[in-house]
């Protein structure tokens, strides 16, 4: 069918019976190294992808939202401006828009109301942060139609806010602020605790692959906010606000202080930190051999030390390490416990990696994978309507 923002227009004018004014676009994102150190103030790396949100959208003079999304047919979500209600118990699709609308009402800031037409086609529950390319393209929205001036990196800080204190998931700024400030054929090294960020080019010889495991996903009824309890009582055993200056060898020192899982998961933060900053180096340099090892790292201190994958996920990039060997690198991505691996391989691999994935994971799990063939995008911005 027609292309997405045509798709949106479409949406919108059948719903309100009328034309939109403007559309809107944020993507998704993968993480290609920095795992669950973005809440401790740590290192990440991730990349905007093609797969995106788009609103269309048209101002109103009062405080109401009106929005429909077309992966939800039928439902009509309304709200007021700053009176968004409660934390709801189980939170849907409108409620990543609420939580921003509240959180910008919590700060002080001010808006008109907005008619809303949603139209995504990153996946849901994969783990490529859905959920955080609505709340950036209705942050994006909110502030260009009314002209509130935030920069990207404020839009994304109030979408963190909104997610953590109205839909109730801990998350860090990673997935909100690639959203935000990602750059074509980039990714970004952001230092989650000062939140600069430095865009590092992906070399024009590799692939940029995600395998959707299709193990089912949810991020809060997950173990996620667990791990974040687990970073921050370590954190506090050191009387440090975070595990970012944590050394290792002060932990390995305080080892039998701790529980085993409280010093894996640090283990696995301060290790991550450091392999992220030096992937970074290593992408910019085209050291790919180098790369392949960090990655391969990272994954095993996620199944070993922090405990957030499952035994498909770790099929997945046993099978396609060994046929990227040195020329690629393959992890886990995301959150855990299920959704994705990424794969950043030489472009002459590509179909080697897909065929050993397509030959042997449904076999070995009884699930068909999904693949999608990416590239590092831009952030969230206006499109011409
Ligand atoms: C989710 C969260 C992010 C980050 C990752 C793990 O995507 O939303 O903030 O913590 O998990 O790296």
Redesign the pocket.
């Known amino acids: 069918m027609s292309n997405p923002a045509q798709r949106a227009n479409k949406l919108f004018v059948q719903t309100f019976g009328t034309l939109a004014d403007t559309l809107y676009f944020a993507p998704g994102r993968v ?1 290609l190294i ?6 401790n103030d740590g290192f ?1 790396l991730p990349a905007a992808i093609n797969f995106h949100t788009i609103i269309a959208i048209k101002r109103r003079e009062d405080s109401q939202f009106r929005a429909v999304s077309d992966a939800f047919p039928g439902e009509m979500k309304e709200w007021t401006f700053g009176e968004e209600g409660n934390r709801p118990e189980s939170p849907e699709w409108a409620d990543y828009l609420k939580g921003f609308s509240s959180a910008m009402a919590i700060s002080g800031l001010a808006t008109k109301g907005m008619d809303l037409a949603i139209v995504s086609n990153v996946p849901l529950g994969a ?1 490529l ?1 859905s959920s ?1 390319a609505l709340e950036i393209a209705f942050g994006t929205a909110i502030n260009d139609a009314n002209q509130i001036q935030l920069s990207p990196l404020a839009i994304a800080q109030l979408a ?1 806010r909104g ?1 953590n204190h109205y839909v109730g ?1 801990a ?5 909100q602020m690639i959203s935000a400030l990602g750059q074509q054929d980039h990714a970004l090294l952001i230092d989650c605790l000062d939140l600069d960020s430095e865009a590092v080019s992906i070399p024009e010889n590799l692939s940029l692959i995600i395998i959707n495991s299709n193990v089912k996903r949810g ?1 809060v009824e997950s173990e ?1 906010n667990l791990r974040r309890e687990q970073c921050e009582q370590v954190a506090a055993h050191f009387q440090l606000d975070s595990l970012r200056h944590l050394e290792l060898a002060d932990l390995e020192a305080a080892k039998d202080q701790l529980s085993d899982a409280n010093y894996r998961r640090a283990k696995h933060v301060i290790t991550e930190n450091r392999r992220t900053q030096n992937a970074a180096w290593a992408l910019e340099s085209g050291n790919i051999s180098q790369l392949s090892t960090l990655m391969a790292e990272s994954h095993i201190s996620m199944r070993d030390d922090f405990e957030i994958t499952v035994p498909e996920i770790d099929f997945l990039v046993e099978i396609v390490s060994s046929v990227i060997g040195e020329k690629g690198g393959v992890r886990m991505t ?3 416990f299920g959704g994705c691996v990424v794969a950043l391989v030489d472009h002459e691999l590509t179909d080697a990696v897909v065929e050993i994935v397509e030959q042997q994971y449904l076999d070995k799990t009884g699930i068909e994978a999904t693949i999608y063939l990416c590239s590092a995008s831009d952030g969230a911005k206006r499109l011409d309507n």
């Open positions: 993480n920095g795992e669950h150190t973005d809440y990440v783990g942060s955080a963190q997610e998931c998350c860090g700024i990673m997935d991020l996620y995301g959150g855990g």
